[in-house]
């Protein structure tokens, strides 16, 4: 295939198009919980009687509006508006590229500043439509510290954790830009209910691990299950962690959301090789995290990740081990086929073997989706995901993607 050919692929928008105003030094108030916002407002001089007031006014604008401009706060009085932008931001991130993959995927690289002595960093958020419901994957770290030995963003050296607002940023620019928040108004002032809401769920399975990145991310997902403004249900909003252990209990406790494990093998033995965190909270910890998760039932199971690596992990026998393992836990099982990336020795296990795995497990009652791999083209899929520094030169892409074409046909 020409490579002009490959290129088009996917329709890559440079920045100048979407650049959006830089962020400032300025501390922002995105990202901050209503009591820390209290306390800012009253440091600025806002009287003690009307903080209570001003903060809806701001949380209103800010997660139901949608604003990121101090402008646009048209109920809040002017000089109050100059004080706020004076002192703080509400700016998104820049947007450095935004591309659209032929199957509808999008995939944002956003830059955000130096934080202390730091350089500025770029993350990676995808969007991933469906029939009924739209997935924004989440990024809570810049790289990882763990390193899975089929995940791409393992191999990415240069780490920060992503702070609250960084990580809530992603859902409001993914929202901007997909057109998701609502602009009219009815006549009684009410705002348009969401329904036809374009980012139905969110997941935390972009680049990191969020359970080492914990109170931020914390943060991040009450403020986007908050009644009052983003207003996600807990219930589509899934955590996706290597298994952490005394997070995965706090987890449940603070925050409430569902939970997803990256599983992958059956036995500690191959669980240290793939997942070696595996090392510090062995299979029997992590079951015992897993059962004691709060409000666990049919409707509300926790998700168990199993990429599928050929010769490795994708055997009937690990098939059986895997549904003893799981017994008793109100569980659903989902099949990755692995995404290979430059430089990787693992290879995706054969449909067949895919397929025959996921028959076993249905069988033994758990409901056991394939997830199709999305955004290929774009580099978007699991484990995909790395940053612009570290991203293939040009060259190298255009072979890689020659490559997956070879391989994968134009899933
Ligand atoms: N760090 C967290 C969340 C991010 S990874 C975690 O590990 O759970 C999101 C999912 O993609 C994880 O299940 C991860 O194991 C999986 N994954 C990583 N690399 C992959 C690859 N190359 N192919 C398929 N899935 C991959
Ligand atoms: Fe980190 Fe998750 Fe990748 Fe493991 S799979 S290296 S925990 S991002």
Redesign the pocket.
């Known amino acids: 295939m020409a490579a002009t050919e490959i290129l088009n692929r996917a329709d890559v928008v440079k920045a100048p198009q979407v650049r959006l105003a830089p962020q400032t030094e300025k501390p922002s108030l995105i990202g901050i919980s209503r009591e820390d916002m209290v306390k800012l407002l009253v440091e600025k001089g806002v009287p003690e009687r009307q903080v209570k007031m001003r903060v809806s006014q701001l949380w209103h604008w800010l997660y139901v509006r949608g604003v990121s401009d101090f402008d646009q706060m048209s109920n809040v009085s002017k000089d109050m508006r100059e004080m706020l932008k004076e002192h703080f931001s509400v700016a998104r991130p820049e947007i450095v590229e935004e591309q659209v993959s032929n199957d509808g995927t999008r995939k944002w690289l956003l830059r955000f500043p130096p934080r202390g002595a730091g350089r500025p960093v770029e993350i990676e958020t995808v969007y991933i439509p469906e029939e009924g419901r739209g997935t924004l994957c989440i990024s809570s770290q810049v790289g990882?510290?763990?390193?899975?030995s089929?995940?791409?963003?393992?191999t990415q050296k240069l780490v920060r954790n992503l702070t609250a607002e960084e990580i809530l940023s992603q859902l409001l620019l993914a929202r901007d830009r997909l057109g998701d928040f609502p602009e009219r108004y009815t006549p009684q002032g009410a705002i348009v209910p969401a329904e036809g809401r374009k980012i139905t769920n969110i997941v935390m399975m972009g680049?990191?691990?969020p359970l080492y990145n914990f109170e931020n991310v914390k943060t991040a997902l009450l403020i986007a299950s908050d009644g009052d403004g983003l207003s996600l249900s807990k219930r589509r909003i899934t955590l996706?962690?290597?298994g952490i252990v005394p997070e995965i209990y706090r987890t449940g406790e603070e925050i409430g959301v569902m939970l997803a494990i990256?599983l992958h093998a059956v036995t500690d033995e191959l669980r240290d090789m793939l997942?070696p965190?595996n090392k510090k909270y062995p299979l029997k910890e992590l079951m015992q995290a897993c059962r004691a998760y709060p409000g666990l039932s049919n409707a509300r199971r926790i998700t168990f990740e199993y990429v599928m690596l050929k010769d490795v992990n994708d055997s009937l026998e690990d098939a059986k081990e895997l549904v003893k393992l799981l017994k008793g836990i109100p569980a659903k099982i989902n099949l990755i086929p692995f995404n290979p990336w430059p430089g990787t020795n693992y290879q995706c296990s054969d449909w067949e073997q895919i397929e025959a795995f996921a028959d076993f497990i249905n069988q033994a009652g758990y409901a056991s989706p394939i997830r199709t791999p999305r955004g290929r083209d774009i580099l978007a899929a699991c484990?995909q995901l790395k940053s612009e520094s570290e991203r293939m030169r040009k060259v190298d892409r255009l072979a890689f993607e020659a490559m997956m074409i070879a391989n994968h046909g134009e899933d």
């Open positions: 990882c510290t763990l390193t899975c089929f995940c791409h963003t393992g680049m990191g691990e996706s962690t290597s990256s997942v965190i484990g």
